[in-house]
């Protein structure tokens, strides 16, 4: 693997009902998320610059895809404040696990909620 390079390339956040979950997150993040069926999966992207050195990200929906609350915890980006999104969260029908905490070393802040799919996301923002 390339040193300067990120180490996420790319992340699936899996989903029930893609039209409620594409509701909450541009809700939640106030962003239109486009749409598409690739190889039998219904996906909603993130808005992001992929493929230019950006991370990009999608909602799935298909057999290969479970909602869970244990494994791999993925940080979205909340930049500039978490606050403004955590505000959201639980009027779109998400729960907030873990409110706005600060990181040590000047890292910046993180929260943990539970979405309207039952997965377990973090955000992370500098402020």
């Known amino acids: 693997m390339d040193p300067n390079a990120n180490c996420l390339n790319w992340f699936e956040i899996p989903v029930e009902d893609i ?33 230019n050195g950006k ?20 940080y979205l980006n909340a930049n500039p404040d978490l606050s403004d999104i955590l505000q959201r969260i639980e009027e779109e029908g998400g729960v907030v696990l873990l409110y706005k905490t600060k990181l040590p070393r000047e890292a910046g802040f993180m929260a943990m909620f539970l979405d309207t799919e039952g997965n377990r996301i973090a955000l992370h923002s500098y402020n």
């Open 19 to 51: 039209d409620r979950a594409k509701q909450f997150y541009e809700k939640i993040f106030a962003v239109q998320m486009s749409e598409d069926t690739v190889m039998g999966m219904q996906m909603v992207f993130f808005p992001s610059a992929h493929g």
């Open 55 to 74: 991370v990009g990200g999608a909602l799935v929906k298909s057999d290969l895809h479970k909602s869970n609350t244990e494994g791999v915890l993925v």
